[in-house]
C-alpha cells in the first residue's frame, strides 16, 4: 500500500487528487464498471441469439468476441495505470515465481482452493436450483476448434477477469472504505451481477463464489492462485456438459 501512495504522490495534480491508495480516480473505475456492463449486455445479447437461430460459425466468433473484451478491460487498467500514474499491473497480481518451488506452492494452493471452491459451488447450486448447463448451453464447444479456443477463452478469463475484479476492483474498494471485507463483499457483487445473463440463481450462487476469490486473493496477497483456479475452472465448467 505505501508503494500506491509513493507512485500517486509523485506524479501530477490530478493524481494527488485521488485518496491514498486507490488504483485510480474515481472516474476511471466508474468507466470500469460502464465496460464490466456493456461486455455482460453484449453476452446477453448473444445468448438471446443463439436461442433464437443458429450461429454462423458456430461458437468461434463469440469466443473470439469474449477473448478480445476480456483483454480490452485490462488494456483499460493498463493504459490508466501509465497515464494516471496508478499502481503497474504487476503489482496488482502480487507475488513472486523466483523459483521453482514459489510456482508449485500457487499450484498447491490453487488445487486445495479449487477442491473448496467445487464443493461450496455444488451446495450453491443444490441451494438455487437446476443445473447451469442451460443457461450455458449456448457458449458449450462442438469439436477440436471450438474446444481449443474455449480453452484460450478459459485461460483468458482467468487472468483477465482476476485482475479486473480481484485485483483492480477489491483493492481500489478497499481503499474508498477502508475496508478489506466491504471490498471482497463489492466485488462479489458486481462480478455476481455481471454474470445476470445465465439467470438470477445463479447470480447468487457467482456472488458467493467471488467473494471465495476475493478472500483468497487477500489471504495470498497474489491473484496467482486465483487465476489458475478460475481458468481451470472454466475449462472444466462447460466442456463436460458436451464431452463427459
Known amino acids: 500500500m505505501a508503494r500506491s501512495m509513493s507512485l500517486l504522490n509523485t506524479r ?14 474515481a472516474w476511471h473505475t466508474l468507466g470500469l464498471l460502464l465496460l464490466l456492463g456493456a461486455v455482460s449486455a453484449g453476452l446477453f445479447h448473444m445468448q438471446s441469439l443463439s436461442q433464437a437461430e443458429s450461429k454462423a460459425g458456430g461458437n468461434v466468433p463469440v469466443y473470439l468476441a469474449v477473448i478480445v473484451c476480456e483483454w480490452a478491460l485490462v488494456g483499460y487498467i493498463c493504459l490508466g495505470g501509465r497515464r494516471l500514474g496508478a499502481v503497474p499491473v504487476r503489482s496488482l497480481i502480487g507475488g513472486h515465481w523466483g523459483n521453482a518451488r514459489a510456482a508449485l506452492r500457487d499450484f498447491g494452493v490453487a488445487g486445495a482452493f479449487w477442491i473448496v471452491w467445487t464443493l461450496v459451488a455444488l451446495g450453491m447450486n443444490l441451494l438455487v436450483g437446476p443445473s447451469h448447463a442451460k443457461p450455458l448451453a449456448f457458449m458449450s464447444p462442438h469439436g477440436p476448434i471450438e474446444i481449443a479456443l474455449w480453452v484460450m477463452m478459459s485461460l483468458t478469463a482467468g487472468f483477465c477477469e482476476e485482475l479486473v475484479y480481484r485485483g483492480y476492483l477489491q483493492r481500489q474498494f478497499a481503499a474508498l472504505t477502508g475496508s478489506a471485507a466491504l471490498a471482497v463483499l463489492a466485488q462479489a457483487v458486481i462480478f ?3 454474470h445476470w445473463y445465465q439467470g ?19 489471504w495470498r496477497k497474489s491473484l496467482r492462485p486465483g487465476m489458475i483456479t478460475h481458468a481451470w475452472s472454466d475449462i472444466l465448467n462447460v466442456i463436460p456438459i458436451r464431452f463427459p
Open 200 to 218: 438470477v440463481g445463479r447470480v447468487f450462487v457467482i456472488i458467493v463464489l467471488g467473494a471465495l476469490f476475493g478472500i483468497l486473493a487477500h
Open 192 to 194: 455476481g451481477v455481471g
Open 12 to 25: 501530477g495534480q490530478t493524481v494527488r487528487q485521488s485518496k491514498p491508495g486507490q488504483i485510480a480516480p
